[in-house]
């Protein structure tokens, strides 16, 4: 399994950006799928956006148009830019990945092995 690390959470107000990071290291057999994950405070975890290799993109609903996922596959890092932040986008967030396709879905958690330990995001209104 590879160790993820995830970073650039923060505190910003509503209608500002924030742009998260997750590096992989551990395993020289590289993930081939990737997904940010977050989960608001008293709430279940959720999918944000997940990629693959190809570069194909899925995103909740709740984030189209405003997050932006993408992958450096030379530095094997996975990123996600969010803009116009709302407080409803606020909780932690964590990156995942597996090497396996996503058969149930790419925004369901079960379908990642391995997990970073979250970076906060809060936005204020």
């Known amino acids: 399994p590879q160790r993820l690390m995830e970073s650039g959470g923060g505190s910003v107000q509503a209608g500002e950006s924030l742009r998260l990071s997750c590096t992989a290291s551990?395993?020289?057999?590289?993930?081939?799928?990737w997904a940010w994950f977050r989960r608001p405070p008293g709430k279940e975890r959720e999918g944000v956006a997940a990629t693959d290799n190809a570069g194909i993109a899925t995103y909740a609903d709740s984030v189209k148009g405003r997050f932006t996922i993408s992958k450096d596959d030379a530095k094997n890092t996975l990123s996600l830019q969010m803009d116009s932040l709302k407080p409803e986008d606020t909780g932690m967030y964590y990156c995942a990945s597996d090497q396996t396709r996503p058969s149930g879905g790419a925004l369901e958690s079960y379908e990642y092995r391995d997990w970073g330990q979250g970076t906060q995001v809060t936005v204020s209104s």
């Open positions: 551990g395993n020289t057999v590289r993930s081939k799928y």
